[in-house]
């Protein structure tokens, strides 16, 4: 049974940075593109970051280029997605996503990620 458990969020000041993580189990991650998604009070989900398997292409979503990074240790099967200049309008629950349809590349797609995290809540005070 495949696991994804995120942790790393909480509370921080706008300005500030956090890190969020999203560790596997009973799946090896190397072999599969990762995601990071998010979603805010009565909005929808949105795409965030994605990272191919090997960590060498990544996307982001236009309003976090430049303040986030996504990352990711094979070694450790685990996933992470470090969050700078954070904004009060980054505050959401982050959902990290493993995808066995996306060969080679990322995808900023729901429909295509087929394990999914519980959530971390990341609360940016203004």
């Known amino acids: 049974q495949v696991q994804l458990v995120e942790s790393g969020g909480g509370l921080v000041q706008a300005g500030g940075s956090l890190r969020v993580s999203c560790a596997a189990s009973?799946?090896?991650?190397?072999?599969?593109?990762m995601g990071w998604f998010r979603q805010a009070p009565g909005k929808e989900r949105e795409f965030v970051a994605g990272?191919?398997?090997?960590?060498?292409?990544?996307d982001y979503a236009d309003s976090v280029k430049g303040r986030f990074t996504i990352s990711r240790d094979n070694a450790k099967n685990t996933v992470y997605l470090q969050m700078n200049s954070l904004k009060a309008e980054d505050t959401a629950v982050y959902y990290c996503a493993s995808s066995s349809r996306v060969y080679g590349g990322t995808s900023l797609y729901e429909y295509e990620y087929d394990y999914w995290g519980q959530g971390t809540q990341v609360t940016v005070s203004s």
């Open positions: 990272v191919n398997w090997s960590g060498g292409r990544t």
């Open positions: 009973g799946r090896t991650l190397s072999m599969y593109a």
